[in-house]
C-alpha cells in the first residue's frame, strides 16, 4: 500500500490553464522531491523541500512553483501549461539522510494539447 | 552533461539466464549509488545499492558490482524472472559531500523472455 499519494495519476489539459498536481505523504518524512521524467530519458530534479516553508529549485529548470505549508503535502503549480511540460511528474520523500528511503508516488502523467 | 550514463536502452534476456545492466559515471564525487525499478505507469522502487567503500554488494537474485577506477557499476539480477522485466534506473548520491539529491541515468528497459 502506498505511503505516497499523487493525483491526478493522468491529466490532458489545453494551452493556458492552471493546474495543481497534488502530492501527499503519511509517513511524517520532512524532505520531499519532484521529478520530472520523458519518456526514454532519466529523471530530473526539479524542485525539493526539506520541511514547512521549505522551497528549493533542482537542477532542471522549471516554470512550475511549489509550496509546502504542511509536512505532509508538497503539490507542484503551474500557471499557465503549455506543451513544452507534458511530461511525468514524480513525487518522492524521505525520512532522515538517507537515500535508501526514497519513496515515489505513482507518478502524474501531464498532457497539455 | 550526463553526470550518470546507462547506454543500453533496452536489453532482452531469456527466462533463468542472467540480465547484466551497466551504469556509468563521471563525477567523482558520487560516494553512494543504487539502482531503481519502475513498471509502467508506476513510480520507481528501490532495489539495492552500494556504498563507495564497497566493491559488492548482494541480495537475493540481485548483485550489484562496482568499480571505482573504472567509474563503472553494474546489476546482476540471476536467474531471470518474467517479473524482472520492467526499466531500471541507476542512480547516484553524493552522500558524504552533503548531498542526498539523487541524480539519475535515463534508464535500460529490460525484456525477459519466456
Known amino acids: 500500500e502506498a505511503d505516497i499519494y499523487q493525483t491526478p495519476r493522468y491529466l490532458v489539459i489545453g494551452t493556458g490553464k492552471k493546474i495543481t498536481l497534488e502530492c501527499s505523504q503519511t509517513?511524517?518524512?520532512?524532505?520531499m522531491y519532484w521529478y520530472q521524467q520523458d519518456p526514454g530519458m532519466e529523471l530530473h530534479l526539479i524542485h525539493y523541500?526539506?520541511?514547512?516553508?521549505?522551497?528549493e529549485k533542482g537542477d532542471l529548470s522549471s516554470e512550475s512553483t511549489v509550496s509546502r505549508i504542511r509536512t505532509e503535502h508538497f503539490p507542484l503549480t503551474l500557471e499557465s501549461a503549455r506543451p513544452s511540460h507534458t511530461s511525468q511528474y514524480l513525487c518522492a520523500s524521505t525520512g532522515g539522510f538517507s537515500v535508501d528511503g526514497y519513496t515515489f508516488g505513482s507518478g502524474t502523467r501531464l498532457t497539455v494539447v | 552533461d550526463q553526470q550518470v550514463k546507462q547506454n543500453s536502452p533496452s536489453l532482452s534476456v531469456q527466462e533463468g539466464r542472467i540480465s547484466i545492466l551497466n551504469c556509468d559515471y563521471t563525477?567523482?564525487?558520487?560516494?553512494?549509488f543504487l539502482w531503481y525499478k519502475k513498471y509502467p505507469a508506476e513510480g520507481p522502487t528501490f532495489l539495492i545499492s552500494i556504498s563507495s567503500i564497497k566493491d559488492k554488494n548482494e541480495d537475493g537474485r540481485f548483485t550489484v558490482f562496482l568499480n571505482k577506477s573504472a567509474k563503472h557499476l553494474s546489476l546482476h539480477i540471476v536467474p531471470s524472472q518474467p517479473g524482472d522485466s520492467a526499466v531500471y534506473f541507476c542512480?547516484?548520491?553524493?552522500?558524504?559531500?552533503?548531498?542526498?539529491?539523487?541524480?539519475f541515468g535515463k534508464g535500460t528497459h529490460l525484456i525477459i523472455q519466456p
Open positions: 542512480a547516484a548520491s553524493a552522500v558524504g559531500g552533503g548531498a542526498d539529491g539523487l541524480t
Open positions: 563525477n567523482s564525487m558520487f560516494d553512494y
Open positions: 523541500s526539506y520541511g514547512v516553508n521549505s522551497t
Open positions: 509517513m511524517g518524512h520532512d524532505k
